[in-house]
């Protein structure tokens, strides 16, 4: 088992900056799945941003692409860098894990059912 707590969220300005971080129970290995996600109110959830432990190989979605950075430390936190912010990235952000051995720089989907560790989230505001 794998507990996950966020930190970092908060409330700032369109063109603003945030960094959450994310926080594991237990050191993780490089056969992990890291990933960042949120969930606006009435909408799905949504994969921001995944990264593979093991290769380093990262996944951003088109819609922060320039604007977001994953990474992780010590094979147990994970931080999501974000900048530009905008009105439309108002969300609860997520951080999940999932156990995996991907090959060839590979890098690790960004579906919500492929995760299998969750933090509560952390609840991100941005004003126009």
């Known amino acids: 088992q794998v507990q996950l707590v966020e930190s970092g969220g908060g409330s700032v300005q369109a063109g603003g900056s945030l960094r959450l971080s994310c926080a594991a129970s237990?050191?993780?290995?490089?056969?992990?799945?890291l990933g960042w996600f949120r969930q606006a109110p009435g909408k799905e959830r949504e994969g921001v941003a995944t990264?593979?432990?093991?290769?380093?190989?990262i996944y951003y979605a088109d819609s922060v692409k320039g604007r977001f950075t994953i990474s992780q430390s010590n094979y147990k936190n994970t931080y999501l860098g974000m900048t530009s912010l905008t009105p439309e990235d108002t969300a609860m952000y997520y951080c999940?894990?999932?156990?995996?051995?991907?090959?060839?720089?590979?890098?690790?989907?960004?579906?919500?059912?492929?995760?299998?560790?969750w933090g509560q989230g952390t609840q991100v505001t941005v004003s126009s």
């Open positions: 990264l593979y432990i093991g290769s380093g190989s």
């Open positions: 999940a894990a999932a156990r995996r051995t991907l090959t060839g720089g590979r890098w690790c989907s960004p579906r919500v059912v492929d995760f299998d560790y």
């Open positions: 237990r050191y993780l290995g490089s056969n992990y799945c």
